[in-house]
């Protein structure tokens, strides 16, 4: 059982910068890939970025690509969402979640954060 905790979420304006973390509770944590994703008003939960268990391979949304990068800690327990030239339509509840492999789909992870609100105002 790995629990999640977002942390780092708030109000920025357009161009601004935010850096999402995500602690877990196990050190278990090391074996699993983590992913981010976010969920606007009315949408479906999307992906945005995924990193493998050593940090090795990352996947990005296309809509984030060049602007967030993903990286974990794991003597930290902690994965981070850098994000950069945050826009308007970023605005969403970000997630992260534990994946036994790197996937960029929601049903591929099994165990989830409770989120934290980003809002970007243009």
């Known amino acids: 059982q790995v629990q999640l905790v977002e942390s780092g979420g708030g109000l920025v304006q357009a161009g601004g910068s935010l850096r999402l973390s995500c602690a877990a509770s196990?050190?278990?944590?090391?074996?699993?890939?983590m992913g981010w994703f976010r969920q606007a008003p009315g949408k479906e939960r999307e992906f945005v970025a995924a990193?493998?268990?050593?940090?090795?391979?990352?996947y990005y949304a296309d809509s984030v690509k060049g602007r967030f990068t993903i990286s974990r800690d794991n003597a930290k327990i902690t994965v981070y969402l850098q994000m950069n030239t945050l826009k308007p339509e970023d605005t969403a509840v970000y997630y992260c979640?534990?994946?036994?492999?790197?996937?960029?789909?929601?049903?591929?992870?099994?165990?989830w954060g409770q989120g934290t609100q980003v809002t970007v105002s243009s």
């Open positions: 979640a534990a994946s036994v492999q790197i996937a960029t789909m929601t049903d591929k992870y099994d165990y």
């Open positions: 196990a050190r278990t944590f090391r074996s699993y890939a």
């Open positions: 990193i493998d268990w050593i940090g090795g391979t990352t």
